[in-house]
């Protein structure tokens, strides 16, 4: 299931020619990105990203979304055909992250969400005895995918503290480990709050992509090990909410996947 469900642009609205449709019209998004149009080659792009990882556009899904926006913009005459407003390194990008047997979709433009969602996937072995066979998801595995969902975030305190709760959930020790994946988060955002350029910051991907590693024991994901969690992120953000596709996001969505697995 979305996360964040896309608002599809619609034609038969009356826009004036010089305001094209933004990436902030469709998306919860915001910053720089929020007042860019959306063109042509940047849903080319996302429509590619998502035949890649998933085999096909999803219908009503981002990519499809943007296409639609880029065509009434070129159509207005507001954006060109050969020029994309996407600018950065991490462009738009699909990233898909399997356990569980689910699948767990990050669509994103310029580091920023603009989808995130639960699919099943295709079961290897359809035999009465292999259907009741699941692997429930870790909370390591859990941090893994916030790796990959949010891989680009700069790690702060209001993510140290969600990391935090997991790693104390996973282990049942109510102290921070050093050397341990809580220890290396406090590191990095001590490190960033010092720190002025964004490029020298340390990120989620930098700290989370080996937590079942670092973690001394793990356990699967439950409802109130998730529960936990996204209240330390939530008491520890100024705005008093969750990252998309972050830890408690993460965590949340395991322990939806572990309570019934045949979603």
Same mark, same amino acid.
């Given at each position: 299931?979305?996360?964040?469900?896309?608002?599809?642009?619609?034609?038969?609205?009356?826009?004036?020619?010089?305001?094209?449709?933004?990436?902030?019209?469709?998306?919860?998004?915001?910053?720089?990105?929020?007042?860019?149009?959306? #063109?042509?080659?940047?849903?080319?792009?996302?429509?590619? #990203?998502?035949?890649?990882?998933?085999?096909?556009?999803?219908?009503?899904?981002?990519?499809?979304?943007?296409? !639609?926006?880029?065509?009434?913009?070129? /159509?207005?005459?507001? &954006?060109?055909?050969?020029?994309? =407003?996407?600018?950065?390194?991490?462009?738009?990008?699909?990233?898909?992250?399997?356990?569980?047997?689910? !699948?767990?979709?990050?669509?994103? &433009?310029?580091?920023?969400?603009?989808?995130?969602?639960?699919?099943?996937?295709?079961?290897?072995?359809?035999?009465? +005895?292999?259907?009741?066979?699941? =692997?429930?998801?870790?909370?390591?595995?859990?941090?893994?995918?916030?790796?990959? $969902?949010?891989?680009?975030?700069?790690? +702060?305190? !209001? =993510? &140290?503290?969600?990391?935090?709760?997991?790693?104390?959930?996973?282990?049942?020790?109510? +102290?921070?480990?050093?050397? /341990?994946?809580?220890?290396? %988060?406090?590191?990095?955002?001590?490190?960033? $709050? /010092?720190?002025?350029?964004?490029?020298?910051?340390?990120?989620?991907?930098?700290?989370?992509?080996?937590?079942?590693?670092?973690?001394?024991?793990?356990?699967?994901?439950?409802?109130? =090990? %998730?529960?936990?969690?996204?209240?330390?992120?939530?008491?520890?953000?100024?705005?008093?909410?969750?990252?998309?596709?972050?830890? %408690?996001? $993460?965590?949340?969505?395991?322990?939806?996947?572990?309570?019934?697995?045949?979603?």
């Amino acid at each position: 299931m979305s996360q964040q469900q896309p608002r599809r642009p619609q034609p038969h609205q009356s826009r004036d020619h010089e305001e094209p449709i933004k990436y902030g019209d469709v998306f919860n998004v915001t910053g720089e990105l929020a007042s860019k149009a959306i #063109a042509p080659l940047d849903a080319a792009a996302m429509q590619s #990203a998502e035949t890649t990882v998933l085999g096909q556009t999803r219908r009503s899904g981002p990519a499809a979304v943007m296409q !639609s926006a880029a065509d009434v913009n070129r /159509r207005a005459g507001v &954006v060109r055909r050969d020029r994309t =407003d996407v600018t950065g390194d991490e462009g738009v990008t699909v990233t898909k992250y399997t356990g569980g047997g689910e !699948s767990w979709i990050t669509e994103a &433009v310029e580091g920023q969400v603009v989808g995130q969602y639960i699919q099943p996937e295709a079961p290897r072995d359809t035999t009465p +005895e292999a259907s009741f066979i699941t =692997d429930p998801i870790t909370v390591g595995e859990a941090l893994e995918a916030a790796a990959l $969902s949010a891989a680009d975030k700069p790690i +702060e305190q !209001s =993510d &140290v503290a969600a990391i935090q709760a997991a790693e104390r959930r996973a282990t049942g020790c109510n +102290e921070t480990l050093p050397g /341990r994946v809580a220890a290396e %988060a406090q590191s990095a955002a001590t490190w960033n $709050s /010092r720190t002025m350029r964004s490029e020298d910051k340390t990120t989620l991907s930098d700290v989370l992509s080996d937590a079942t590693t670092m973690l001394p024991r793990d356990k699967a994901v439950s409802r109130e =090990d %998730a529960d936990r969690v996204v209240a330390a992120e939530m008491r520890n953000n100024p705005d008093m909410r969750t990252t998309p596709g972050g830890v %408690a996001a $993460s965590m949340a969505a395991a322990a939806r996947v572990n309570e019934n697995p045949t979603i």
